[in-house]
């Protein structure tokens, strides 16, 4: 079992950067593949990108390719999103996901433990 913690939501203006930290508890984080979602408000909740448990294989939505990218440092138990040259529509609480497994996954039914997310907004 994971616990996942996220942080480091906040305000920003439209161009700016934020990056997002999702902390893990657990000795085996090195097993388990890693996805960021987010949720706009009367939206559902879609992933951005994901990393596999090795951090070798990466994915992102288009809608965030090339201004966004994700990493891991498995000795820390935390995967990053780093986000640049936001826009408004990247408003929305953000979750990181967790499952044991390989590769990247893309659903949130793939993905069995959850964070409680951090909100971003992003001003014009």
């Known amino acids: 079992q994971v616990q996942l913690v996220e942080s480091g939501g906040g305000l920003v203006q439209a161009g700016g950067s934020l990056r997002l930290s999702c902390a893990a508890s657990?000795?085996?984080?090195?097993?388990?593949?890693i996805g960021w979602f987010r949720q706009a408000p009367g939206k559902e909740r879609v992933v951005v990108a994901a990393?596999?448990?090795?951090?070798?294989?990466?994915w992102y939505a288009d809608s965030v390719k090339g201004r966004f990218t994700i990493s891991r440092d498995n000795a820390k138990n935390t995967v990053y999103l780093q986000m640049n040259s936001l826009k408004p529509e990247d408003t929305a609480d953000y979750y990181c996901?967790?499952?044991?497994?390989?590769?990247?996954?893309?659903?949130?039914?793939?993905?069995?433990?959850w964070g409680q997310g951090t909100q971003v907004t992003v001003s014009s």
């Open positions: 996901a967790a499952r044991q497994g390989g590769t990247v996954f893309f659903y949130s039914y793939d993905y069995r433990y």
């Open positions: 657990g000795r085996t984080f090195g097993s388990y593949a």
């Open positions: 990393i596999s448990r090795s951090g070798d294989s990466t």
